[in-house]
């Protein structure tokens, strides 16, 4: 099964600020990714936290707690083109594989 | 810079056929994958190549076939293709300074 879990969907308005979180499992963890995909396209990558703490990508930030085996992504100012899904995916040691959540799909009302 | 480039885009094969999926990418990067997608779901892992002349099994192998032909190139093979094997699916490579996957487009396989 999934080693990952993440809300299945998040619905926010525009301009506002929204949290999509993500719990994983510890075993052979090397780091949390996280991937934005919108309906019909390819994954494209927004982040990657190896250590714990806050990671900022302009309107974009991720947070990590290996302590806690969670991790989040932050989006704020929220756009109408940010709906979208988002993936959290784990990193293990070997070959830089990932495994992915199932997704979170956003979707952002006027 | 084309990044990570599929060919072919959409596909239908009918039950028992065979084809391949190609892949190639020209950012120099060591280690590609082969993911599946299902309708609603996450990514799940088919086969990887950490290096080149190196493959290995992912989550999900079994029906597959994969060939670094080399560091470029890392090809998808289905034998016998299946239902069960209609999905999305995405070629991507890593860039490990950011530990970031660069996605091909995508390649939309029907099997009927």
């Known amino acids: 099964g999934q080693s990952l879990e993440q809300p299945s969907e998040v619905t926010a308005v525009e301009g506002a600020i929204v949290q999509i979180n993500c719990t994983y499992q510890?075993?052979?963890?090397?780091?949390l990714s996280w991937y934005q995909q919108h309906d019909g396209g390819a994954p494209t990558f927004l982040s990657y936290n190896g250590l714990d703490g806050l990671e900022e990508t302009g309107r974009f930030s991720s947070f990590l707690s290996r302590s806690d085996s969670y991790g989040y992504l932050l989006l704020q100012e929220l756009q109408m083109k940010d709906s979208a899904s988002y993936f959290c995916a784990r990193g293990a040691d070997a070959g830089n594989m990932l495994t992915f959540g199932g997704g979170t799909r956003l979707m952002v009302k006027p | 810079n084309a990044g990570v480039t599929q060919t072919p885009k959409f596909q239908v094969l009918k039950t028992g056929q065979s084809m391949t999926l190609q892949c190639a990418q020209d950012m120099n990067h060591n280690s590609m994958y082969w993911y599946r997608q299902d309708p609603g779901m996450g990514l799940r892992l088919i086969y990887y190549?950490?290096?080149?002349?190196?493959?290995d099994k992912g989550e999900v192998p079994n029906g597959y076939n994969v060939s670094r032909l080399n560091k470029r190139e890392f090809s998808l093979r289905l034998e016998s293709a299946a239902p069960s094997q209609t999905s999305v699916y995405f070629c991507?490579?890593?860039?490990?300074?950011?530990?970031?996957?660069?996605f091909g487009s995508g390649t939309r396989l029907t099997v009927v």
């Open positions: 991507a490579s890593i860039d490990t300074d950011i530990h970031g996957y660069t």
């Open positions: 190549s950490a290096s080149e002349g190196t493959t």
């Open positions: 510890t075993s052979g963890f090397y780091g």
